[in-house]
């Protein structure tokens, strides 16, 4: 166990002496330690006996994305492009695109929340307008809440919204919820995990703690050997063909007959092959 494990593993104990339970992923928030740190603290903390219970929970945590963020700090797109324009001429709608991010988005937003319109101003051209005085940002202000929209029936249709903007995203969070143990103490005994010739002979394992051993556990892999490269090969030739319907000839028929060698497969009369240099001839059947 390192020195900030062990650390970790310290103040896990001390909160749950003063509290019933503790909740791994609020705990690492609240002790600004990373979570991944505290798992590792409970698992070490569990070796030990029953000095804690520990139950593994799996939460759906939605978040802000980059572009929720930039909504929480800046607005929505259809107030940002609201603010822009003129509230008395109005304002080109070319010009006002270009002047907010997702323009697009944003203009489809206001003109279905009825807080634009577009009509002719006192030049003729088309321009985009206000049809309020004011707005309230409803889309900001749910991100703001986030915490508290998510566990609110009323909102369904707002998050729904949010979630096909990607306003908002869903993770799963893996925590551990701890309790205390049957044999539960703030101060962490550390197990040993070998005995040594020393301690046979001072006598000192008799009042020592040993780790239970894991019989469960897998052991290193073991080295075989492996088949050469050319035998590889050779064996995937053998399976294509095996495949394609050809059958193996007996192994331990190693002489053939020249209808069997040539004449079946086909083979011209004056085929090179058939030469006395390239295939060996026996006299007699035998």
């Not at 603010?83 to 203009?107: R, W, Y």
């Not at 985009?128 to 707005?135: A, C, D, L, M, T």
Request: charged share 25%; glycine share 6%; hydrophobic share 40%.
């Amino acid at each position: 166990m390192s020195n900030f494990t062990e650390e970790a593993a310290s103040r896990i104990l001390k909160c749950l002496a003063e509290e019933s339970s503790v909740n791994s992923y609020e705990f690492s928030h609240r002790a600004n330690i990373d979570h991944q740190v505290i798992v590792g603290a409970i698992k070490s903390l569990l070796v030990l006996g029953e000095v804690i219970d520990a139950q593994q929970l799996q939460t759906d945590n939605w978040e802000l994305t980059v572009e929720g963020q930039d909504v929480v700090s800046n607005g929505s797109y259809e107030a940002r492009l609201w603010g822009e324009v003129d509230a008395i001429q109005g304002t080109l709608q070319q010009e006002l695109m270009n002047k907010v991010p997702n323009s697009t988005i944003g203009f489809n937003k206001a003109m279905a929340c009825g807080w634009i319109c577009i009509g002719k101003g006192i030049d003729g051209e088309l321009r985009v307008f206000r049809k309020v005085e004011s707005i309230t940002d409803t889309t900001r202000v749910l991100l703001c809440q986030l915490s508290v929209v998510l566990n609110d029936t009323a909102y369904a249709e707002q998050l729904k919204e949010l979630k096909k903007r990607k306003l908002i995203d869903k993770s799963v969070i893996k925590h551990y919820v701890v309790t205390k143990g049957s044999q539960f103490t703030v101060d962490i005994d550390r197990l040993e995990s070998e005995l040594t010739s020393e301690m046979i002979q001072s006598g000192s394992w008799k009042s020592m703690r040993f780790k239970a051993y894991n019989f469960d556990a897998q052991g290193p892999p073991i080295d075989s050997g492996h088949l050469h490269p050319l035998m590889k090969v050779r064996a995937e030739i053998r399976e294509i063909f095996l495949e394609m319907g050809f059958t193996e000839m007996p192994t331990n028929n190693f002489v053939e007959s020249s209808f069997w060698n040539f004449d079946a497969l086909f083979q011209p009369q004056q085929h090179p092959a058939r030469d006395c240099h390239d295939t060996f001839f026996l006299k007699g059947n035998d």
